[in-house]
Nanobody, 124 residues
Framework: QLQLVESGGGLVQPGGSLRLSCVASGSTLAYYAIGWFRQAPGKEREGVSCISSAYDSTVYADSVKGRFTISRDNAKNTVYLQMNSLKPEDSAVYYC?????????????????WGQGTQVTVSS
């Protein structure tokens, strides 16, 4: 059974950067598409970015394009989300999730395995 653990969240000022990590255990992360999602209080969970299992294709939500970068290190069984130029509206709990086969990379309903989340707060 695949298990995911996120880390790297915290409090950062607007314009700052954070790097989130998603470490997998119980299976090989390379076999899965991995997505990053976020949920702010009172809002629905939304897709932020995804990296495919084959060819490492990447997808980004329009709201984070040019600021966030997703990458994977299969040797470490880890996926990263580098977040730059952070804005207050990026504040949320960030989750990583995994699925073997996915059609809509940013649809959370399609993902089977989830981490517990890590809080990101962007505030001065």
């Amino acid at each position: 059974q695949l298990q995911l653990v996120e880390s790297g969240g915290g409090l950062v000022q607007p314009g700052g950067s954070l790097r989130l990590s998603c470490v997998a255990s119980g299976s090989t992360l390379a076999y899965y598409a991995i997505g990053w999602f976020r949920q702010a209080p009172g809002k629905e969970r939304e897709g932020v970015s995804c990296i495919s299992s084959a060819y490492d294709s990447t997808v980004y939500a329009d709201s984070v394009k040019g600021r966030f970068t997703i990458s994977r290190d299969n040797a470490k069984n880890t996926v990263y989300l580098q977040m730059n130029s952070l804005k207050p509206e990026d504040s949320a709990v960030y989750y990583c999730a995994a699925v073997s086969v996915v059609r809509d990379y940013l649809d959370p309903e399609q993902y089977d395995f989830w981490g517990q989340g890590t809080q990101v707060t962007v505030s001065s």
